[in-house]
């Protein structure tokens, strides 16, 4: 019976304990999450040095029990009273905030909650289909110009080897030297064959031609260009897992000509703490510290040693063309996708997508001329409505002016553009020579 | 045998000219054939253009020097001839931190002279928000800061301000804190932070002019509480501050 109950309260203590180990655990993590997770990681250096198991830390270090407690209350009082706090304090430039709210306990059980937190074991390289590209090019050219010689050789050989027999019958036959030559004897050949080879050649020139002129169709056109860049950079991950704007990097798209390329410094707002899980990516990552002056150790410092990276321009439009980014995406509203396509799905680097591509995409005005030519952005202006105007409530006030013109100056020709129900870009003078060229 | 070098030698003429038809378009790093190649690179300097070789003509002395430039120290940017306009974009009187260079990466700013490294931030709190929103405007100004705030802030701070934005539900980013409840934050502290960067946040005055900057601090608070600006008052972390501001003179 006495067995019994010792072994009921026995049981109800354990009880008692693990939910009581509970609530501190969530009690820390709360306290952790408010106070603490801006600057402190737990298990990797940050703005702050990491939490993981620090009270052992300090203990190993030497410092006395309480002056952890102390500096999290006031560090400052901290460092000056005990030498170890105080070599703490020099761990990086950032000073860090007191919290003279922290009750011991509490303090307490945000060290539990960390040190309950199992360290991340050390990820092996993920084989995530953008990381590990299989090389599958086929052999290269070099390869079948080889075989190109190699068998023209043995057709040398082979049809010396039967002219020779040829001119020997001959020979033998007439009773005098016979050595017709190649051309002579390809002459008899296509004397004999008049019909065949008059058609065949005929066939040749035309479809000669015929190529010519395709491929003159070619000059100009950019479609599939896409250089290689000094660092292959992915915008799946940027722009489809991680959801960052297009906007946030290229960032000047809204108030200049170019969309531009983010300066270092916007990579580093993510990158100093993000180096990288894979040694693929860890490389790369590299090349940005480098850029921007950055040493990772510990707390991480800028060095002040900068090295520009230099990406290759992707969409190039020729000298004689004026293009404006901002025109196009604050006033006419257009998406970054009608042109560039979804970079969400491009997992290489940057590439002019070819017309057809861009078609595909939901919302995209359809067109037919290839990406980039004079074709496809006048096709374009004369398809795209102006939504800006009095014709609807989406009104920011940039084509205002020039829809009263029309509808003060001359009624007809505005009653003649609304005929359709939508005023175009050409209409307001999109197909307008000088809009572009000058 | 010198006929059937002549022989061997058209017909790898003929070969090479059909490679050279197939060759060009298939080069991912080749833009193809131009019609004009001198109307495609501009003497005159464009942006992202590397003007060490133009036309041909290699001048090493300028190679990606010409374009993407810093302005001239102590410049100052022209908003046109509305007062307001001007006073509110004049450069931000506050000083970033004297560690900044080494943690921020701000290497060629003016550093505050205080020893004390947020000293400036503590001071900004006496900071208002230039741009007065009122219920009639209240409108626009939120809707500007909220697409501001989407394209600027949202990956890492959420659409909430919950600091459960994309980049930490991915898994990518830690450590994003929650301003939802930091509503004694004010608003000069605020835009200290998003101008020059606290703790792992990087500084964002390149990105965002001041103008827009505050009218993110707007939708901010608009965040805190969702009533902000449709009442004409004003945040209680302002009025607390308001006797500090006489101390903000523009230097």
Known sequence: MFKRIKSVIFGSLVLLLLVNVNVVLAQGEALYKAKCMACHQIHKDGTGPKLFEVRKKWLDGGANAESIYTWVNNWEMSAKKDPYAQTVSTWAPIAMSNFPELKKEEIDAIFDYVDAQAPVVAVTPEVTDNEVVVEDKGPSTWFWVMIAIVLFVIVGVVSKVRRDLKNALSESKSGEEFDQSYSMELRTWAWENKKLVGLASLIIVVALIVLGFMDLNSIGIVENYQPTQPIEFPHTVHAGVNGIDCKYCHNSVTKSKTAGLPTVNVCMNCHKQINGRTSVQQEKIKNIYAAAGWNPEGAGSYTGKTKPIVWNKVHVLPDHVYFNHSQHVVIGGVDCKQCHGDMTKQKETARVLPVSELNEIEGNVKLTKPTLTMGWCIECHGEKEIHNGPLNGKNNGYYNEIHKRLLNNDKSLYDKYLKDGKVTVKELGGWECAKCHY | ?251
């Open chain 2, 1 to 251: 045998m010198n006929k059937l070098i002549k022989l061997f030698g058209k017909v790898t003429l003929l070969f090479g000219f059909l490679w050279m038809f197939n060759s060009c378009s298939k080069d991912p790093n080749s833009a193809g054939y131009e019609y004009m190649p001198d109307m495609y690179r501009s003497p005159a300097v464009e942006p992202y253009v590397d003007y060490g070789e133009l036309r041909g003509r290699i001048q090493k002395s300028v190679s990606n020097k010409m374009s993407v430039k810093t302005p001239p120290k102590y410049t100052i940017p022209y908003f046109g001839t509305n007062k307001e306009e001007v006073m509110l974009m004049l450069p931000y009187h506050r000083k970033p931190s004297s560690t900044s260079a080494v943690t921020h990466g701000l290497v060629e700013w003016d550093f505050s002279t205080n020893p004390q490294g947020d000293y400036d931030y503590q001071m900004a709190a006496a900071d208002m928000n230039p741009i007065k929103i009122t219920a009639e405007n209240a409108e626009i100004i939120l809707k500007k800061g909220k697409d501001l705030y989407s394209v600027n802030c949202k990956h890492c701070h959420g659409e909430k301000g919950d600091g459960q934005g994309s980049m930490v539900v991915s898994g990518a980013y830690v450590g994003v804190p929650n301003f939802v409840d930091k509503i004694a934050l004010s608003d000069g502290q605020m835009f200290y932070s998003i101008y020059y960067g606290k703790g792992a946040m990087g500084s964002h005055a390149p990105i965002l002019n001041k103008k827009e900057i505050w009218n993110v601090v707007h939708y901010i608070r608009s965040i805190q509480n969702p009533e902000y600006g449709k009442t004409n008052f004003m945040s209680t972390s302002v009025t607390t501050i308001v006797a500090d501001s006489t101390k903000t003179t523009v230097k």
